[in-house]
């Protein structure tokens, strides 16, 4: 099983601030199969970036995903109100599919 | 408009078999070649894959579950079903239903959710 460790647990930041995300693995990820999800309290999560850098239908560019190997990175450039949610990794490559623990993104 | 819908009880005694469905409206399960299956995310904490099912039948589960599970699909009735049985209140989750491309696909397509609760 990869085991996806998210970092920080929790990013206290204020609106226009820049948001960095991490997102580690226990193995190698390819990264055409790293995703990132928004989930907002009440709602289902939404698939913001997919093979790690291409965004989805819908997301902002101030959204961007880096990373490879073990090391994945979500950016947020400059927050925005609505951005304020939780943020999910998760790896699609193997038929276990894991997802990492999540890094709430709080209103300073 | 493509949707997914999860119905089933809000309440499930331990040790008894937990049923939810999934109903698909927008598109026919049996006419395009998708993968559908079940995420849950326990009050609080983060998600958990259960499993997946093809269009033709053939199904994927978390080798990590604990849980006795299966999942099956009613091209008749547009709709693909989740049974965990002997559930404790670990099980107590949101359960949602998702859509996939392939095996190595990501989640594009989620249900709400429906929240059930294993309590006597």
């Known amino acids: 099983e990869v085991v996806l460790t998210q970092s920080p647990a929790t990013l206290s930041l204020s609106p226009g601030e820049r948001a960095t995300l991490s997102c580690r693995a226990s193995q190698s990820v390819t990264s055409t199969f790293l995703g990132w999800y928004q989930q907002k309290p009440g709602q289902a999560p939404r698939l913001l970036i997919y093979?790690?850098?291409s965004r989805a239908t819908g997301t902002p560019d101030r959204f961007s995903g880096s990373g490879s190997g073990t090391d994945f990175t979500l950016t947020i450039s400059r927050l925005e109100a609505e951005d304020f949610a939780v943020y999910y990794c998760q790896q699609y490559e193997t038929s276990h599919w894991t997802f990492g623990q999540g890094t709430k993104v709080e209103m300073k | 408009q493509l949707q997914l819908q999860e119905s089933g009880p809000g309440l499930v005694k331990p040790s008894e078999t937990l049923s939810l469905t999934c109903s698909v409206s927008g598109v026919s399960i049996s006419s395009t070649s998708y993968y559908w299956g079940w995420v849950r995310q326990p009050p609080g904490k983060g998600l958990e894959w259960i499993g997946s099912i093809y269009f033709s039948g053939t199904t994927y589960y978390n080798p990590s579950f604990k849980s006795p599970v299966t999942i099956s699909v009613d091209t008749s009735r547009n709709h693909f079903s989740l049974q965990l049985s002997s559930v404790t209140a670990a099980d107590t989750a949101v359960y949602f239903c998702v859509r996939h491309r392939t095996v190595t696909s990501p989640l594009r397509l989620w249900g709400q959710g429906t929240l059930v609760t294993v309590s006597a």
């Open positions: 093979g790690a850098s």
